[in-house]
């Protein structure tokens, strides 16, 4: 019967599948090079590791690199609320080039791509190859520089976010309290798209010099070393109206801006650079002045909008990625340089991504 004949045939693609799929992983190397952390806040090492073999809907990556965040660094802290089974490879995303697949029409598709990738189970991206779902995956152009496509999600995605905040409340200027980091500096480039104005926080007059070269003497910038600088963003916010705040320090920050913006305004809270908890938040800004402060979670954001959201971003992300949302690397170091990395991260975060790889360029 025909239903009998496209059993067979089924059955027979699976198994060319499935053999295809054998041949892939035996031509691989059976260990890899993997960065791992044994206990939360403690060194990590570098190890031999079985390369991971991929489940149905599943793709196997040959990493190309992997950049830091601050993510990365409040995951390795043992402070990040997703808490993995120890010992794990970090690392939440990167790219590199599908090698094996294992098994639906997505994963076989994506067999030989060049991707951007997130990572979804317990092992991340520092690593010479990572297993992750096909929903964290985004198939590349040709014109797009693979290393450079290693920073596609954190930061592109949480602007993308951010610009529908602000389309969905109509602000037209946005206060942003780290505005010298990376996704501070492609703000400035994916918020004009907008017509959206961004008046940028920074801590030192070396930042400001910095935003100034890149993007000319008529941003609006704030910097918290001036004695006056909250006079400043009260002001500039006044005149801008600028009734968002995207806060990414934490500490007395948040309280001190939200006392300086507008009545009626919300601040969204998305990161934790300072390493302390909000403070400084005076009852009279949220109860008369009718001021809020919210949480914005890249991760929970996104599946909140379901798959029709998640395709939408992807769209979005694929439509600017070599262009406005294109991420800017500083330096590369390979893996068993982990933690001179963290420490070049550390101490030069401003310069630009930077990133972990297991071929790194040479450093001049």
């Known amino acids: 019967s025909e239903m009998c004949i496209r059993d067979r045939y089924q059955r027979r693609v699976h198994g060319e599948h499935n053999l295809t799929q054998s041949l892939r992983m035996e031509s691989l190397p059976k260990t890899m090079k993997a960065i791992r952390l044994h206990e939360y806040g403690k060194p990590l ?12 809907g599943q793709v196997l990556i ?42 639906g029409f997505r994963a076989w ?15 991340g991206t520092w690593a010479e190859y990572m297993i992750t779902d096909v929903n964290s995956v985004l198939g590349l ?20 976010a951010m610009v529908e905040i602000c389309k969905k409340n109509q602000y037209k ?27 940028g926080v920074v801590r030192r007059q070396e930042q400001v010099d910095i935003l100034k070269g890149e993007f000319g003497n008529d941003i609006n910038i704030i910097n918290t ?13 006044k005149e801008l109206d600028a009734k968002c705040c995207f806060e990414a320090i934490a500490g007395d920050m948040t309280g001190k801006v939200l006392q300086n913006m507008p009545n009626g305004s919300v601040l969204y809270v998305y990161g934790a650079l300072s390493g302390k908890d909000c403070s400084n938040i005076t009852p009279v800004d949220l109860i008369f002045k009718k001021k809020k402060i919210e ?36 330096q590369e170091y390979g893996l068993n340089e982990i933690q001179q990395a963290l420490d070049e991260y550390n101490q030069n975060s401003s310069k630009g991504k930077l990133l972990i790889c297991p071929n790194p360029t040479k450093r001049t």
Not at 109 to 123: E, I, P, T
Not at 141 to 160: G, H, Y
């Open 45 to 56: 090492t570098v190890e031999d590791v079985p390369i991971p073999v991929p489940r149905a």
């Open 295 to 330: 949480g914005l979670w890249l991760t929970d954001y996104i599946q909140s909008k379901g798959m029709l959201g998640l395709l939408f971003f992807f769209r979005e992300l694929k439509k600017h990625l070599s262009t406005v949302l294109k991420s800017s690397i500083y």
């Open 109 to 123: 598709m994506l067999n030989g791509k060049r991707v951007a990738c997130f990572s979804s189970g317990n092992d």
């Open 225 to 237: 070393s001036d004695n006056d600088w909250e006079d400043q963003l009260k002001k500039q916010a």
């Open 141 to 160: 152009d040709n014109q797009i520089n693979l290393k450079e496509a290693a920073c596609s999600f954190v930061n592109p995605l949480t602007l993308i």
């Open 173 to 199: 200027t946005v206060i942003h309290t780290a505005a010298c980091s990376a996704l501070g500096k492609m703000m400035y480039i994916f918020f004009k798209q907008y017509k959206i104005q961004v008046i």
């Open 62 to 103: 040959k990493m190309e690199g992997s950049p830091i965040n601050p993510s990365d660094l409040s995951f390795l802290s043992g402070v990040y609320p997703t808490k993995k089974k120890l010992p794990c490879t970090p690392g939440f995303e990167g790219s590199g080039t599908v090698v094996a697949s294992g098994g």
